[in-house]
């Protein structure tokens, strides 16, 4: 465990004598879901958009803490959903970390930098086998960009988390803007309440109750 004041150990792949193992939840894949209140305040009726989300277990030999810039990919060896630390110049690394935060039991409370593709909570567990992949003590999350062109995180892309710049339906579901149509909305702000929306909102749209999120109205402007 690192100490306080102390420089954290990159992720190695050595062998010890307990083997731990980084869980890994893939926690965006994605967008928020949110729901949208219509009507006036004696009927109101909701709708709400979901996001998927999947589990996967990364495999880091020692462990490690994660740090700004390291690397990681699936994991040949834990299929199909497996994760593992990779140096950034080998064949398997298909993410870098722009940003580490503490881990969260509330999804809604971590929020990425712009640009970040996918959204991992890291989990520390020892021992080894198919029963030590599910669980463990979260450790932190790491915000991940893709090394690749494919990058759904950025503004107005469609994917990752909500951001400013990003498109939206009328149900507040993220969308490409490249595909947004008249009934579309872009994101000019994320804010707690009406009131602080910018002058150019049409749409302030209010969400649904959810515990952690920093935001509580999408403020929605013409695409």
């Not at 339906?169 to 309440?193: H, M, P, Q, R, Y």
Request: charged letters at 20%.
């Amino acid at each position: 465990m690192t100490q306080p004041g102390s420089t954290p150990n990159r992720p190695r792949r050595g062998a010890g004598c307990l083997q731990s193992l980084l869980v890994l939840a893939v926690i965006l894949g994605l967008g928020y879901g949110a729901s949208k209140i219509f009507g006036d305040e004696s009927s109101k009726s909701k709708r709400s958009s979901s996001s998927s989300s999947s589990s996967s277990s990364a495999s880091d030999g020692q462990g490690g803490s994660w740090e700004i810039g390291d690397c990681g990919g699936p994991d040949p060896e834990n299929k199909p959903d497996g994760y593992r630390a990779f140096d950034c110049d080998e064949a398997g690394a298909t993410f870098k970390a722009l940003k580490i935060e503490d881990a969260s039991f509330l999804p809604n409370a971590i929020q990425c930098p712009a640009g970040t593709d996918l959204i991992i909570q890291v989990s520390r567990v020892f021992g080894s086998g198919d029963d030590k992949k599910g669980g463990g003590i979260p450790t932190n999350t790491v915000c991940g960009r893709n090394l690749t062109g494919d990058h759904p995180g950025d503004a107005g892309a469609g994917g990752g988390q909500l951001v400013e710049g990003d498109c939206i339906s009328a149900t507040a579901k993220e969308i490409a803007c490249a595909s947004a149509g008249a009934n579309d909305f872009k994101v000019l702000g994320l804010v707690k309440e009406k009131t602080e929306c910018p002058a150019a909102t049409t749409e302030p749209m209010q969400l649904m109750m959810a515990m952690g999120r920093p935001y509580d109205v999408i403020c929605g402007g013409k695409v």
